[in-house]
């Protein structure tokens, strides 16, 4: 199995960027698509972005086109999501997932086998 820890995440101002990172142990980050979710107080879990195992596929939810970058390091088993014009409505705890499916549904939360613990991005105004 593998297992996944979220970092970068803190307290950054509207209009501002953050990084946050996924780092993978137990078994190659290659084998994995990978994704990113939120889930805000008090709403369900998003979906953020995603990328496949190769890098050769991206996904974005509509609200964050044109402000999120998702990319991945196999070398170093890490995957990055790069936030930049920031919003409070973007204030969650943010959560990498894995699935080493062949086929995936990038923004459905139910495919993904392996969840990380999550880190806080708060956007203040």
């Avoid at 609200?63 to 390091?73: H, L, N, Q, W």
């Avoid at 139910?110 to 990380?116: A, H, I, T």
């Amino acid at each position: 199995q593998v297992q996944l820890v979220e970092s970068g995440g803190g307290l950054v101002q509207a209009g501002g960027s953050l990084s946050v990172s996924c780092v993978a142990s137990g078994r190659a980050l290659f084998r994995y698509h990978v994704g990113w979710f939120r889930q805000a107080p008090g709403k369900e879990r998003e979906s953020v972005a995603a990328i496949s195992k190769s890098a050769s596929s991206t996904f974005y939810a509509d609200s964050v086109k044109g402000r999120f970058t998702i990319s991945r390091d196999n070398a170093k088993n890490t995957v990055y999501l790069q936030m930049n014009n920031l919003k409070p409505e973007d204030t969650a705890v943010y959560y990498c997932a894995a699935t080493a499916a062949y086929y995936f549904a990038a923004g459905v939360a139910s495919s993904y086998d392996y969840w990380g613990q999550g880190t806080q991005v708060t956007v203040s105004s």
